[in-house]
C-alpha cells in the first residue's frame, strides 16, 4: 500500500494484514466524530517517515470548545525522524459512488498542512482518487494516483483560495461515476466557497475504500516540517447515481466559473 505526497511517493505495506474486496457496497455508511472519546475500531492509523517506513500509529482524541476532535500529528519533523504524512483509512467500507468529508482543523490552530481526502482507495494497488486543501500553497486540487504513481500536473488546481490557517473548514468530496467534484465550505458546512470539478475520461477507479491524511505540504523544503493537524466529523456515504450525473454536479461547459462567494473551477480530460 502506498500514501501520497505530490513530491513524494512514499511505498508502504499495512502488515500483511488487510485486503480490499471487490464486492461494491451500495448502501453503506459510516460518520466518525470522536464523541465518545474512543478511536473507531474499523480505523486504521498509519504514519509513513522520510525512510519510506510505515507504522501504525495511535492517534490523540483532543477537547476543544467542549468538543471532541481527532489529532493526526507526530512531534519530530521527518528529518528528524517524525512522520511525513498521518493518515486514518476505514477499510471496512467499500464504496464505488461516495461522498468523503470531514472538518479540517476544528481546533483552529495555526496549521500549515496539506489535507487528503481519498476515494475510492485500493489498498492493494494504491490506486485512489484525491482531493487536497494544502494550507500553506492555499491551494486546491483534485488528482488520481495510479499504482502510486503521483502525478506532475493535478487533474484540476486552484490558487491563492485564501485559506486561513487558524479557521476551521469544511470539505466534502463527491466521486459518481467518472464525475470528481471537491467542494470547500466554512465551518458550519453550509456557505460553499469553492468548488472544482473534473471528469476522468481514461480508466475510471473501481470501489474501494476512504480516507483522510495530513501531509507535509509541498511548500516546505523536504522533511523541514512537523504533521500535525486536527480533524473531526470524518464520514463516507454511497450516493446513488443520478440520471443526469452531469446537472446534479453542476458540471457545464469546460472552463472556470466564478459567482459571488464561490469560485467553480470546471475541466474535463
Known amino acids: ?56 500509529f495511535e492517534p490523540t482524541i483532543e477537547t476543544f470548545n467542549g468538543n471532541n476532535v481527532l489529532r493526526l500529528s507526530d512531534d519530530l519533523p521527518s528529518s528528524e525522524g517524525g512522520a511525513s504524512i498521518s493518515s486514518l483509512v476505514n477499510p471496512t467500507v467499500i464504496i464505488e459512488d461516495v461522498t468523503v468529508s470531514a472538518l479540517l482543523n476544528p481546533a483552529e490552530e495555526d496549521t500549515n498542512d496539506r489535507i487528503l481526502l481519498f476515494a475510492r482507495l485500493n489498498l492493494e494497488t494504491s490506486d485512489t482518487y484525491v482531493f487536497g486543501i494544502d494550507y500553506e500553497t492555499d491551494e486546491l486540487f483534485l488528482s488520481k494516483v495510479v499504482a502510486g504513481v503521483v502525478p506532475e500536473i493535478s487533474f484540476i488546481d486552484i490558487f491563492n483560495v485564501s485559506l486561513d490557517p487558524n479557521e476551521a473548514f469544511f470539505a466534502e468530496f463527491t466521486v459518481i461515476g467518472n464525475e470528481l467534484t471537491g ?3 466554512d465551518e458550519t458546512g453550509t456557505n460553499e466557497l469553492y468548488e472544482l470539478s473534473f471528469v476522468d475520461n481514461g480508466d475510471v477507479l473501481p470501489a474501494g475504500a476512504t480516507g483522510i491524511a495530513v501531509d507535509i505540504s509541498d511548500g516546505f523544503p523536504a522533511g523541514d516540517d512537523v504533521n500535525n493537524t486536527t480533524i473531526d466529523n470524518f464520514s463516507a456515504t454511497a450516493v446513488p447515481e443520478p440520471s443526469s450525473v452531469l446537472s446534479l454536479l453542476l458540471l457545464g461547459a469546460l472552463g472556470t466559473k ?12
Do not use: Y
Open 1 to 56: 500500500m502506498q500514501f501520497l505526497s505530490r513530491s513524494l511517493i512514499v511505498t508502504s505495506t499495512v502488515l500483511g494484514v488487510l485486503s480490499t474486496t471487490n464486492n461494491v457496497v451500495n448502501a453503506s455508511n459510516f460518520f466518525f466524530d470522536f464523541e465518545d472519546g474512543m478511536l473507531p475500531e474499523e480505523a486504521l492509523f498509519l504514519q509513513q517517515d522520510s525512510d519510506d517506513e510505515t507504522i501504525s
Open 183 to 185: 467542494r470547500l465550505f
Open 258 to 269: 466564478i459567482s459571488q462567494g464561490t469560485k467553480k473551477v470546471d475541466r474535463s480530460q
